[in-house]
């Protein structure tokens, strides 16, 4: 898992908290989690073309999963 740096504040602020725009940490900021701690999925997804927010990335929670289950491709996890 990456971790990133903490959400710009006043992107933040200015969106009423629902842009999250973060930097990535780099290698150094890899860590190794058990899967079980899993609870949720994002993705950093860039910001699209050039501009003030070029090289920076935004939370998307569980992309592709709203998709996926409107096709009915749901997948289910047994605990063991």
């Known amino acids: 898992m990456s971790i990133y740096s903490s959400p710009n504040e006043a992107l933040l602020k200015d969106s009423q908290n629902t ?47 709203d998709v996926a289950h409107l096709g009915g491709n749901d997948e289910y996890v047994h605990d063991e």
């Not at 860590?31 to 003030?52: L, Q, S």
């Open 19 to 65: 842009v999250w725009s973060c930097e990535y940490q780099g290698d150094e900021a890899l860590k190794v989690i058990d899967i079980r701690a899993i609870t949720a999925v994002v993705a950093m997804v860039p910001f699209p073309g050039p501009g003030v927010l070029q090289g920076k990335v935004f939370v998307v929670e569980k992309p592709g999963l």
